[in-house]
């Protein structure tokens, strides 16, 4: 199983990126999915987790400006990321609890991708 993570940028501050993390390989069933970031001299925190029956939490730092969405058919887990502020920079990671086609589940984690915002 290996997660896939794309979409970061560079952008201004009070714009707009779309992440995207899709799974591939042998998967049976993915339950939680989630975003994560690092900041650097940070250590990693939750932005955003999605249930697989749709219940979704937030950070608060993020409500309002971020949705976190998932396709189970293309198992992809999505975060649109609006108004962004300089302090949302970081490298972001996506997080997928996964129950794979040999009845083993564990937490999966993708590359990253590094979102930039300048004031």
């Known amino acids: 199983v290996q997660l896939q993570a794309s979409g970061g940028g560079s952008v201004q501050a009070g714009g707009s990126l779309r992440l995207s993390c899709a799974a591939s390989g042998s998967i049976f069933s993915i339950y939680g999915m989630g975003w994560y970031r690092q900041a650097p001299g940070k250590q990693r925190e939750l932005v955003a987790a999605i249930t697989i029956g749709g219940s979704i939490n937030y950070a608060d730092f993020v409500k309002g400006r971020f949705t976190i969405s998932r396709d189970n058919a293309k198992n992809t887990v999505y975060l649109q990321m609006n108004s962004l502020k300089p302090e949302d920079t970081a490298v972001y990671y996506c997080?997928?609890?996964?129950?794979?086609?040999?009845?083993?589940?564990?937490?999966?984690w993708g590359q990253g991708t590094l979102v930039t915002v300048s004031s």
């Open positions: 997080n997928m609890d996964i129950l794979s086609a040999s009845y083993q589940e564990r937490g999966y």
